[in-house]
């Protein structure tokens, strides 16, 4: 994958967008990609909602914005989470923007690289659901074409896309072939896709819930996590085009997944509810490396959030003390096997 560059700080006004705006398809590009897709490689299923449900295409206003997706809520969403550097003036910046109105989709500029780059986005999404690796050769053949010259402005742009909204990293695995995987971020083992072949990656959501979570303290309230989803018109029971029905997704599926801990609080009447991560979160996702993520796509650097960063430290310190314990273990009994080998070869 390119080189990144330093995400900018973005304003909070274009990160509540992300969402609304992906709605905004252009449908004869995305089926441009997925007739060329179905004619360069006939033999592979294509899924029966891609047209429908790949909405990367992004308008180019916010597709200029690394951190329109995470940031908006791991690190806006509370006090306890913004940077040393910011607190003073994020508050005031936000209050004065709320009643702006929202970014008129219909007549965002466009231009013929950021239209790649939405196609490029789509195409990777399709090889991602079909379970297919791409080459540089693929994109520039399928999607890019006579843009060849921006060919890594382009797959910088779409990787980047792709990592905020759907949680996915695009890896060069091959610098020979200049062959790309999509994986899962922050070595997470779900994404939510219904089959094998169908429905989009959610892992950007998991992502994001989790990254407030940590940021709020490792715990919050029901109303909170949907006062931030809400933000980016992701709504319980209002069916998302990315994300299904949320209110299934965050407080039954991600609760059965062990990523979420959904529990009544103590002595709430009538019930309130509030969320922990779960048991596979903690096994799976590094706090440190989750609070690299979120400082990066949010400009700063992770120490910036100094509780979450001693935090994070702690943990590295714990499981690195846990991994030498394990391997000092691991060797005492195989030098108590290995003696014990030696003495019975020794007497027969």
Not at 191 to 201: A, Y
Request: glycine share 4%; hydrophobic share 30%; proline share 6%.
């Amino acid at each position: 994958m390119p080189s990144r560059k330093e995400s900018p700080r973005v304003p909070p006004e274009e990160h509540l967008h992300i969402c609304s705006e992906a709605e905004g398809l252009d449908d004869e590009l995305l089926l441009e990609v997925e007739e060329e897709t179905s004619s360069s490689s006939s033999s592979s299923p294509t899924p029966s909602n891609l047209e429908e449900d790949t909405t990367a295409e992004i308008p180019s206003s916010a597709q200029d914005s690394q951190s329109e997706y995470a940031s908006s809520t791991a690190l806006s969403a509370s006090s306890e989470g913004t940077s040393d550097e910011d607190s003073s003036s994020e508050e005031d910046e936000e209050t004065s923007r709320t009643s702006e109105s929202p970014l008129d989709i219909e007549n965002l500029p466009r231009n013929p690289v950021e239209e790649k780059v939405a196609m490029l986005v789509n195409f990777l999404l399709f090889k991602y659901q079909i379970k297919e690796p791409v080459t540089k050769a693929d994109m520039l053949d399928t999607v890019i074409k006579e843009y060849e010259d921006h060919f890594t402005e382009i797959l910088l742009k779409a990787s980047e896309r792709i990592e905020m909204v759907f949680g996915l990293d695009v890896k060069e695995v091959d610098p020979v072939s200049h062959c790309y995987v999509l994986l899962i971020k922050l070595d997470l083992t779900y994404d939510g896709m219904l089959i094998e072949t169908e429905g989009m990656p959610k892992s950007g959501l998991l992502i994001l819930i989790l990254g407030v979570i940590f940021m709020k303290g490792n715990r919050i309230t029901e109303e909170e996590i949907w006062e931030v989803l809400n933000t980016m018109d992701i709504y319980a029971g209002r069916k998302h085009f990315i994300f299904g029905e949320p209110g299934n997704l965050v407080t039954k599926e991600l609760v059965q997944e062990k990523y979420l801990e959904y529990r009544q609080l103590p002595d709430s009447d009538p019930p309130r509810y509030e969320f922990l991560w779960g048991p596979r979160a903690h096994a799976e996702i590094s706090k440190m490396k989750l609070l690299e993520f979120l400082a990066r796509v949010h400009g700063v650097d992770p120490p910036s959030f100094s509780q979450q960063y001693r935090e994070a430290l702690k943990e590295e310190e714990e499981k690195a003390q846990a991994g030498a314990s394990a391997s000092s273990g691991a060797t005492a009994t195989a030098m108590e096997s290995s003696s014990g080998t030696s003495s019975s070869c020794s007497h027969p």
